[in-house]
């Protein structure tokens, strides 16, 4: 039985791997983050940056997606949390920059100064956010 256990363990540690990560925010509130981003830190790794209306329950819903579905590939990413509310300004700065049409909830994913994927409300999905990584 005690085998039977430790076997269950392994299967249930190898299963769901995922326990100890989570979504690391970073907020961001002005052009000159974004400016940053886009400049230097996409340069160096891929930045995922989430446009997020607090008061729509479809962005709600997308956030939560997100946060219950993290992997832990995306660690090695800067993940960017906008309050599109808070900031619009910057919202509009983003779609300028990096010529992506608005949208909320969006995922807008930066490398190298350009965005090569984004995608909004309920087609936001882990599996396609890995593959675009």
């Not at 430790?6 to 769901?16: A, R, Y």
């Not at 920059?97 to 965005?115: R, T, Y």
Request: aromatic share 8%.
């Amino acid at each position: 039985m005690l085998a039977l256990l430790k076997e269950l363990d392994v299967l249930t540690i190898s299963v769901f791997p995922l326990q100890n990560n989570r979504v690391n925010w970073k907020s961001l509130t002005s052009t000159e983050e974004v400016d940053y981003i886009i400049n230097v830190e996409s340069n160096q790794k891929t930045c995922i940056i989430f446009k997020h209306s607090t008061t729509c329950s479809i962005s709600s819903i997308a956030k939560h997606r997100l946060e219950s579905d993290w992997h832990a590939k995306l660690n090695a990413t800067s993940f960017y949390y906008l309050d599109l509310l808070a900031h619009r300004n910057v919202s509009n700065y983003i779609a300028q920059a990096l010529k992506v049409h608005h949208e909320s909830p969006q995922i807008v994913i930066v490398k190298e100064g350009e965005s090569p994927y984004d995608v909004s409300h309920l087609d936001i999905s882990m599996d396609d956010l890995l593959s675009e990584v």
